[in-house]
């Protein structure tokens, strides 16, 4: 099966930082990657899918990259609200697998 | 607005069985492949299987493969998690999440508020 292996972990960073994330795939995913963003105590929230389309509603200050097997989830001006874990999810087949998730903290 | 509300969870004594179920309101349930997704305490996320829009296709994790059953009830707008020989490790907050499309495993665009299922002696 492919493993998703997110880095970092995690990170602390300002408000107004440019914050980027990245997920690696074992494997050739081609664009079939999603990354999620779930707020302490919530649910997660799809952010990004096919790599690099932003989900409908979601900040223009969130983007997605990359193709293969090394992908990149950027948050261009960190916010208080962006505080949470970011997951990427891989869907080229069966079994689905996410990654380990990076938690992300205001400095 | 798209809901989907999950219940049957508790806690079970290890080597038992429970059925958990998500109710389905907002979109065109017969028309979407659904999720079961999972978070053990302070974990990541765990995918534990799909369900193609009719039933036909069920895809399942290797670590739930042949212990849990995934099914759905379309009159019903609700899917359904049969979860046998349950084991301790299988402790986790349930989600239901719909996928964006109808056949298929892709990404989840709307999840449930989740289940909590504890399995304990």
């Known amino acids: 099966d492919i493993e998703m292996t997110q880095s970092p972990s995690s990170l602390s960073a300002s408000v107004g930082d440019r914050v980027t994330i990245t997920c690696r795939a074992s494997?050739?995913?081609?664009?079939?990657l999603a990354w999620y963003q779930q707020r302490p105590g919530k649910v997660p929230e799809l952010l990004i899918y096919d790599a690099s389309t932003l989900q409908s509603g979601v900040p223009s200050r969130f983007s997605g990259s990359g193709s293969g097997t090394d992908f990149t989830l950027t948050i261009s001006s960190l916010q208080p609200e962006d505080v949470a874990t970011y997951y990427c999810?891989?869907?080229?087949?069966?079994?689905?697998?996410f990654g380990g998730g990076t938690k992300v903290e205001i400095k | 607005q798209v809901q989907l509300v999950e219940s049957g969870g508790g806690v079970v004594q290890p080597g038992r069985s429970l059925t958990l179920s998500c109710a389905v309101s907002g979109f065109t349930f017969s028309s979407y492949t659904i999720h079961w997704v999972r978070q053990a305490p302070g974990k990541g996320l765990e995918w534990v299987a799909d369900i193609s829009y009719d039933g036909s296709n069920k895809y399942y994790a290797d670590s739930v493969k042949g212990r849990f059953t995934i099914s759905r009830d379309n009159s019903k707008n609700t899917l359904y998690l049969q979860m046998n020989t349950l084991r301790v490790e299988d402790t986790a907050v349930y989600y239901c999440a719909r996928d964006h499309y109808r056949s298929g495993s892709y990404y989840m665009d709307y999840w449930g508020q989740g289940t909590l299922v504890t399995v304990s002696s």
């Open positions: 494997q050739d995913i081609y664009n079939f």
């Open positions: 999810q891989k869907y080229n087949r069966v079994p689905l697998t």
